[in-house]
Nanobody, 121 residues
Framework: QVQLVESGGGLVQAGGSLRLSCAAS????????MGWYRQAPGKQRELVAT???????NYAESAKGRFTISRDSAKNTVSLQMNSLKPEDTAVYYC???????????????WGQGTQVTVSS
């Protein structure tokens, strides 16, 4: 119904930067919020950053000052610029989007397939 395609993960040294991107597609898609979550081995999935239609953003404490989330509502895309990366940022990063399709008749909350980010020390 709604597809999210992520890109931009990879291997980087500590202190380096990566930019993740996510594009959403679906029929008569109307997105209320988009965000990024991550899951490290043996840990639960956790919020990294989210952004809403009104432009408000929310960051995990670990991401504040280092990561920046941005969204292009016209293109239904969201990006996460990650700077000053640390080994503890190593995880699979997942894009999330919530909203409606089919002219507002059906709500959705969808996840991307995940993209690996590995930060070496």
């Amino acid at each position: 119904q709604v597809q999210l395609v992520e890109s931009g993960g990879g291997l980087v040294q500590a202190g380096g930067s990566l930019r993740l991107s996510c594009a959403a597609s679906g029929r008569t898609l109307s997105i209320n919020a988009m965000g990024w979550y991550r899951q490290a081995p043996g840990k639960q999935r956790e919020l990294v950053a989210t952004t809403t239609n009104g432009g408000s953003t929310n960051y995990a404490e670990s991401a504040k000052g280092r990561f920046t989330i941005s969204r292009d509502s016209a293109k239904n895309t969201v990006s996460l610029q990650m700077n000053s990366l640390k080994p503890e940022d190593t995880a699979v990063y997942y894009c999330n989007a919530a909203g409606t399709v089919n002219w507002g008749t059906t709500s959705f909350n969808s996840w991307g397939q995940g993209t690996q980010v590995t930060v070496s020390s």
